[in-house]
């Protein structure tokens, strides 16, 4: 502010004394008005500097490793073998969770909104009960399907319930849980919102550990969150494609609700990471599982990512260290 007043007081003067100084003075102004202008310009990039520095997990970590569907490269996703796997072994940031709800409006986890892919089941979650989903299997196609993983105790395992994840784990652990557009599962989020509350995840202690993150694609299921809670940490997904195609103006609405994006990784390059980052956004790429990509990517500047593998990109930090 106070280089803007010394600007308008310099162009002033320049403009009232026009018509009699000398070239000398109009020269001496000009330069005055010049340097005025730079030492302007030198402080605004300062002060996006500074904001580009401030940007950090809020779990503090300079490189925050989330568990895809927990340790799910090893285990069956979304089982308490992949989540053990991810948090007790591998020491992972987060666990990843995502939401579906079903017929009898309890809370599971499970990636798709069908039973068919990673259980015996079949239809959609939302056409079954709570009792009936509990009675699938949801480990032993990940043995079929992933020989040099399988493991006897994998098979029977059970699709988790959000309450049965938090009783599990508590406060020892960190949450990025995904949420669904309103319209496909209307109540989710007040739902949500109440687990989290009952297993005292959201009290500020809580929160400023970063113990509980909450991601969706749906802008409208964030801002729902928000209007709620607005000390929730969120993260705006972004489908492939999606990211090069953002104006500053985007970038800028997102930033009115969220502290983060989290864009299908093969979208970033370096320069885009340092635009997501000076519009004060944290970068979690999905879903990387490859050595060359992890350290590729952490050279961009990202601040964690989605991973199938976590030990391996726990050992990716370790070695930028």
Same mark, same amino acid.
């Given at each position: 502010?106070?280089?803007?007043?010394?600007?308008?007081?310099?162009? /002033?003067?320049?403009?009232? *004394?026009?018509? /009699?100084?000398?070239?000398?003075?109009?020269?001496n102004s000009n330069n005055a008005n010049q340097q005025a202008t730079q030492q302007v310009n030198q402080s605004s990039q300062a002060t996006q500097n500074k904001a580009y520095r401030a940007i950090h997990n809020p779990t503090g970590e300079k490189y925050t490793t989330i568990a895809h569907r927990g340790a799910s490269g090893y285990a069956p996703e979304h089982t308490f073998a992949a989540y053990d796997k991810s948090h007790n072994e591998m020491g992972a940031s987060y666990i990843e969770l995502d939401l579906q709800m079903t017929?009898?409006?309890?809370?599971?986890?499970? @990636?798709?909104?069908? *039973?068919?892919?990673?259980?015996?089941?079949?239809?959609?979650?939302?056409?079954?009960? *709570?009792?009936?989903?509990?009675? #699938?299997?949801?480990?032993?196609? /990940?043995?079929?399907?992933?020989?040099?993983?399988?493991?006897?105790?994998?098979?029977?395992? &059970?699709?988790?319930?959000?309450?049965?994840?938090?009783?599990?784990?508590?406060?020892?652990? !960190?949450?990025?849980?995904?949420?669904?557009?309103?319209?496909?599962?209307?109540?989710?989020?007040?739902?949500?919102?109440?687990?989290?509350?009952? @297993?005292?995840?959201?009290?500020?202690?809580?929160? $400023? !550990?970063?113990?509980?993150?909450?991601?969706?694609?749906?802008?409208? $299921?964030?801002? &729902?969150?928000?209007?709620?809670?607005?000390?929730?940490?969120?993260?705006?997904?972004?489908?492939?494609?999606?990211?090069?195609? #953002?104006?500053?103006?985007? *970038?800028?609405?997102?930033? $009115?609700?969220?502290?983060?994006?989290?864009?299908?990784?093969?979208?970033?390059?370096?320069?885009?990471?340092?635009?997501?980052?000076?519009?004060?956004? #944290?970068?979690?790429? /999905?879903?990387? !599982?490859?050595?060359?990509?992890?350290?590729?990517?952490?050279?961009?500047?990202?601040?964690?990512?989605?991973?199938?593998?976590?030990?391996?990109?726990?050992?990716?930090?370790? !070695?930028?260290?």
């Amino acid at each position: 502010m106070k280089y803007t007043k010394r600007l308008f007081v310099s162009g /002033f003067s320049i403009l009232a *004394l026009s018509s /009699f100084t000398t070239p000398d003075i109009q020269a001496n102004s000009n330069n005055a008005n010049q340097q005025a202008t730079q030492q302007v310009n030198q402080s605004s990039q300062a002060t996006q500097n500074k904001a580009y520095r401030a940007i950090h997990n809020p779990t503090g970590e300079k490189y925050t490793t989330i568990a895809h569907r927990g340790a799910s490269g090893y285990a069956p996703e979304h089982t308490f073998a992949a989540y053990d796997k991810s948090h007790n072994e591998m020491g992972a940031s987060y666990i990843e969770l995502d939401l579906q709800m079903t017929k009898d409006g309890h809370l599971v986890v499970m @990636h798709d909104e069908t *039973l068919d892919r990673t259980t015996n089941g079949t239809g959609r979650v939302d056409e079954h009960t *709570l009792k009936e989903i509990k009675e #699938l299997d949801a480990g032993s196609k /990940f043995n079929a399907n992933n020989p040099q993983y399988a493991d006897p105790s994998y098979d029977g395992q &059970k699709v988790p319930t959000l309450d049965e994840v938090l009783e599990r784990y508590g406060s020892n652990a !960190n949450y990025y849980i995904e949420t669904k557009s309103p319209d496909v599962y209307p109540g989710m989020e007040e739902k949500l919102l109440a687990s989290l509350d009952k @297993h005292h995840l959201l009290t500020q202690n809580s929160l $400023s !550990n970063g113990h509980v993150l909450i991601q969706s694609f749906s802008q409208a $299921s964030l801002q &729902k969150v928000q209007a709620q809670n607005a000390n929730i940490p969120l993260i705006r997904l972004l489908d492939k494609g999606e990211l090069p195609n #953002l104006t500053q103006a985007d *970038l800028n609405a997102i930033r $009115s609700y969220a502290i983060g994006v989290g864009p299908e990784y093969t979208d970033l390059t370096k320069d885009n990471v340092k635009n997501l980052k000076k519009a004060g956004l #944290l970068v979690h790429p /999905f879903t990387v !599982n490859t050595k060359a990509d992890m350290e590729r990517l952490n050279k961009y500047g990202v601040n964690g990512v989605f991973t199938n593998y976590p030990d391996v990109y726990e050992q990716v930090i370790a !070695n930028d260290k």
